[in-house]
């Protein structure tokens, strides 16, 4: 099997070696040479920790060559943010390798890679390893060429599916209409469309380039790394869109001026993180599942029935697809790929975390940032109260410090988009931001949901969060929240009816 594996990448390797003398072993002083450096592009921050396949590409360059060649990787890439720059700057011999999700080639003009992210196509990691290790990468990569790029790996990742702020997507009318991010990728966003979706291309998948959204593309990784679970919560785990899989390439003039010796350790590092990433692509999903488990998530499973519904609504992407001859040919030997690996199987969801009828109306909704006073809504307004004791914070499992600093009568006024808070201590002289002040901010209410920015600012601490949201509901003279989206704030805020004064 291994060998097998290896064939797609060795083939390649016969492109790259042609004639070229030897590296030296020492230097001209008579000690050992230094090792050569090849300077990688590399769009993500100060490591590949999110990128395992090509962190397994340079430790192989370094292992295979017995330290006489190590690739220097550049992180965020001449400011980062930008996957279509790093492939711009190796193709120019800014950099002598890089690295890229093939699914941002085609904004450079190459349309290889696309059939490889058509919806729903590529629905399990042994498909995606089927696809990784059969001779269409090659082709695949190839498609480079153009570029004056020399594709040296196709490497397998985690599956992305959409994940959503306020309801599980399970079918098309699901997507319809939603502000959905995703990043750079035109065979991306031509597919969101077809869903109905209305795409938002985003360079950071984390606030505030996703404040706004309903929805947004993801993986495991990124999901648990970003803590995305605070701004959408609901995931389908079984609804795979398309996979992260990564592009290895080399500046052509570059590679061609090593030697053969050079050259030969390169296609075999990166065959070996090819063969590598087609096994362990999905070896973190369990573990990174739990982890984000316990933070509120909601993971939902599609049926059989709604994902092929899914499918279908996509189907105008296949059309464009197989209007191209060179693309019908990859699309076709895909979906034959696909059919031999069998059924789809995903990790298994823990029970504390699977989505249930009425849990749209428990999550928290994401927290945003408004610019000013908005709607009102049917949220009563005027001014409420609320007031703990030490004792009550004690008893409610506060440590001593927290009670003392919690305790007390605080009264909030809302009106017309304004809001604003005084904190009286109930110990006299505790000197703390907020206390006998105002903390003030806007607030903007859509059905039975509130979402809350402060706008006070105090040095050495703040008297509310930033931005925040929660559930309200009006009973005579009384409110009261619940599903709060900064779980600290709302253990007092939230913990008792606020009563109407005025």
């Not at 648990?224 to 996979?243: G, I, S």
């Not at 697809?321 to 069998?342: C, H, Q, Y």
């Not at 604003?420 to 931001?433: D, E, F, M, Q, T």
């Amino acid at each position: 099997m291994n060998r097998r594996r290896f064939t797609t990448a060795a083939l390649l390797a016969v492109s790259l070696l042609s004639a070229g003398c030897d590296p030296a072993a020492d230097d001209k002083s008579g000690g050992p040479a230094q090792p050569r450096v090849l300077v990688m592009a590399s769009n993500d921050g100060e490591s590949l920790i999110g990128a395992p396949a090509v962190a397994r590409f340079v430790d192989r360059v370094r292992e295979v060559s017995g330290g006489r060649l190590t690739v220097r990787v550049v992180p965020s890439w001449q400011g980062g943010g930008s996957e279509a720059r790093v492939i711009r700057d190796v193709a120019a011999g800014k950099a002598d390798l890089g690295w890229s999700g093939t699914r941002a080639f085609d904004t450079v003009g190459v349309t290889a890679f696309q059939p490889l992210h058509a919806p729903f196509l590529v629905n399990s990691y042994a498909a995606q390893a089927a696809v990784v290790e059969d001779g269409v990468a090659r082709d695949m990569l190839s498609g480079l060429d153009a570029k004056g790029l020399t594709g040296l790996a196709l490497a397998a990742d985690q599956l992305r599916m959409p994940a959503a702020a306020a309801r599980p997507l399970l079918t098309p009318a699901d997507f319809r209409g939603l502000r959905f991010g995703t990043v750079a990728s035109t065979i991306q966003v031509q597919g969101l469309r077809a869903l109905g979706a209305e795409p938002v291309t985003i360079a950071f998948l984390g606030p505030p380039d996703t404040d706004g959204l309903g929805a947004l593309e993801t993986m495991w990784w990124t999901y648990q790394d970003k803590a995305q679970h605070e701004w959408v919560p609901f995931v389908t785990a079984n609804v795979m869109l398309w996979p992260r899989t990564v592009a290895v390439f080399a500046n052509t003039d570059r590679l061609g001026r090593l030697d053969a010796t050079t050259r030969d350790w390169v296609a075999r590092a990166a065959a070996d993180a090819s063969t590598w990433s087609a096994v362990h692509a999905s070896d973190q999903v369990s573990r990174q599942i739990q982890q984000v488990c316990g933070q509120g998530v909601r993971i939902a499973t599609a049926t059989p029935a709604q994902v092929d519904a899914l499918r279908a609504a996509a189907e105008p992407v296949y059309v464009s697809l197989r209007a191209d001859p060179a693309l019908a040919k990859t699309l076709t030997r895909i979906e034959t790929l696909v059919r031999s690996a069998g059924q789809a199987v995903t990790a298994p969801v823990p029970a504390a975390c699977t989505h249930h009828p009425g849990d749209e109306a428990r999550i928290a909704q994401p927290g945003r940032t408004l610019t000013g006073p908005a709607a009102s809504g049917d949220l009563p307004p005027g001014s409420y109260r609320y007031a703990f004791s030490v004792d009550e914070l004690l008893a409610r499992g506060l440590d001593q410090h927290d009670a003392e600093n919690n305790a007390g009568v605080t009264t909030w006024t809302l009106q017309a988009g304004r809001w604003h808070y005084v904190w009286k201590p109930a110990i006299s002289g505790l000197n703390r931001p907020g206390a006998y002040t105002t903390c003030e901010g806007w607030y903007d209410v859509q059905g039975n949901t509130a979402w809350f920015t402060t706008t006070t600012k105090y040095d050495g601490g703040g008297c509310a969060p930033p931005t925040w949201s929660a559930r309200w509901t009006a009973q005579g003279r009384t409110l009261s929240w619940t599903a709060v989206s900064v779980a600290d704030f709302a253990y007092v805020w939230a913990s008792k009816p606020w009563q109407r004064i005025s």
